[in-house]
């Protein structure tokens, strides 16, 4: 079965600073893995996906994300965090080859002060 | 950008009690899918749904729970004896295809007490 972990359940990070979210995860194939977004009283919003085209993956808002098999890592990274980033992160991985069922880590809060 | 339209955005039922929870998915999407957050957990996914049947399904959601299509525009989850323990934001998604990006609405907040 498939599964991810987030390594951090909360991260901080100044406004201009880099933001750097970490993910695992485990998948018997080739895996579809996402990036989630879900900002307070909103739903959640695809920043990211990964289907084994290029490893380096780029999303909305200057987010990006690199898919690494030698490491099963799929970390999400910014260059310069802006205060409209303060949400609620979730990496995902399809549960099948379809992306049908998708499994989501537990979520990273991230945080940032000015 | 098109959205995904759950009601109501909170619901406090009985324990025991029917609940029904209404979902308008994107009006030319095909495959429509319920999750749910219990507090401090994971998003979990419950069921998906293709062509007027459930394609498939997860551990919880047993018996006690229904997905229906009532007409070409809602997609809504029933819970027929709601436990304490299905409190949890439910989150509807819709997708044009299989396997294309998934459109989740805000969330429908269940307090059973």
């Known amino acids: 079965a498939q599964s991810v972990t987030q390594l951090d359940s909360h991260v901080s990070v100044s406004e201009g600073t880099p933001v750097l979210l970490r993910c695992n995860y485990s998948?018997?194939?080739?895996?579809?893995l996402f990036w989630y977004v879900q900002h307070p009283n909103k739903g959640l919003q695809l920043l990211l996906k990964y289907t084994s085209a290029a490893t380096l993956v780029k999303g909305i808002n200057g987010f990006e994300a690199e898919f690494k098999k030698s490491e099963t890592s799929f970390h999400l990274t910014k260059p310069s965090a802006h205060m409209s980033d303060a949400a609620e992160y979730f990496c995902v991985v399809s549960d099948d080859q379809a992306g049908t069922a998708l499994i989501f880590g537990k979520g990273t809060t991230l945080s940032v002060s000015s | 950008e098109p959205e995904v339209t759950q009601t109501p955005s909170h619901q406090v039922t009985q324990m025991g009690q029917e609940v029904i929870l209404r979902c308008v998915p994107i009006?030319?999407?095909?495959?429509f899918y319920w999750y749910r957050q219990i507090l401090g957990q994971k998003v979990e996914f419950l069921v998906s749904?293709?062509?007027?049947?459930?394609?498939?399904k997860s551990e919880i959601f047993d018996d006690q729970f229904s997905v229906e299509r009532p007409d070409g525009s809602n997609f809504t989850l029933k819970i027929r004896s709601t436990k304490l323990e299905d409190s949890a934001m439910y989150f509807c998604?819709?997708?044009?295809?299989?396997?294309?990006?998934?459109?989740f609405g805000s969330g429908t907040q269940l307090s059973v007490l």
């Open positions: 998948s018997s194939y080739s895996p579809s």
């Open positions: 749904f293709y062509n007027n049947e459930i394609s498939e």
């Open positions: 009006s030319n999407h095909l495959y």
């Open positions: 998604a819709s997708s044009e295809a299989r396997g294309e990006k998934l459109f």
